[in-house]
Structures are given as C-alpha cells and as structure tokens.
Nanobody, 124 residues
Framework: QVQLVESGGGLVQAGGSLRLSCAASGRTFSSVAMGWFRQAPGKEREFVATINWSGGSTYYADSVKGRFTISRDNAKKLVYLQMNSLKPEDTAVYYC?????????????????WGQGTQVTVSS
C-alpha cells in the first residue's frame, strides 16, 4: 500500500516557477514508478510527467517538455515536479500517482495509487 500527499501548489504569475512535492508512505516506494497528472475544470485528467523506479528514465507531455522536470529521492520517499516558465494554461489541480510496476506510464488507469491533488493557478 502506498499513500501519497502532494504539496507546493499555489498562485503564481505567468513566467514564474513552482515546485510540487509528493510525499509517499509505504515500504515499496523505491520499486514503483511515479507520475504527475493534472486536471483543469471541465477537462479530463491529463498526463504531465512520469519517472521510473530509479529516476533514470523520465517522460513528459509535449506541452510541458523543456519547462517541467520530474525527479525523485527514494531515500526520502519524495517525488518532485519543478515547473518553470509557467503559463495560464498550466492552471489545474495536479495529482501525484504511483504505479505498482517499475516503469512509468502515460495512462491514468495504469496507476494504482493517487494523492488528493494540489491546486496550481497561473495568472496572466
């Protein structure tokens, strides 16, 4: 069992930066892949980034590539999403997710555990 708690969301101006954190509990954290997803009002949940168990493999949505960076610290059981050059269209609730496999995935239904989400609002 893995429990996830996100933090770090807030209100930022366009062009600014935020770093989201996801704290995980459970003894299997270092062997699971992690992902970040987001959901804007009236839209479906969409993939943002994923990282494999070791942190050696990462993938990003085209919309955030070059601006966002996913990383993890297995010793601290933390996953981060560094978000730079934020745009108003990045406004959404951001969710951390864990997958009971070592490799990441683009698809929400392939994740087994979810956090409660953290709001990110980017003003123009």
């Amino acid at each position: 069992q893995v429990q996830l708690v996100e933090s770090g969301g807030g209100l930022v101006q366009a062009g600014g930066s935020l770093r989201l954190s996801c704290a995980a509990s459970g003894r299997t954290f270092s062997s699971v892949a992690m992902g970040w997803f987001r959901q804007a009002p009236g839209k479906e949940r969409e993939f943002v980034a994923t990282i494999n168990w070791s942190g050696g493999s990462t993938y990003y949505a085209d919309s955030v590539k070059g601006r966002f960076t996913i990383s993890r610290d297995n010793a601290k059981k933390l996953v981060y999403l560094q978000m730079n050059s934020l745009k108003p269209e990045d406004t959404a609730v951001y969710y951390c997710a864990a997958r009971r496999l070592s490799s990441g995935s683009y698809y929400p239904h392939e994740y087994d555990y979810w956090g409660q989400g953290t709001q990110v609002t980017v003003s123009s």
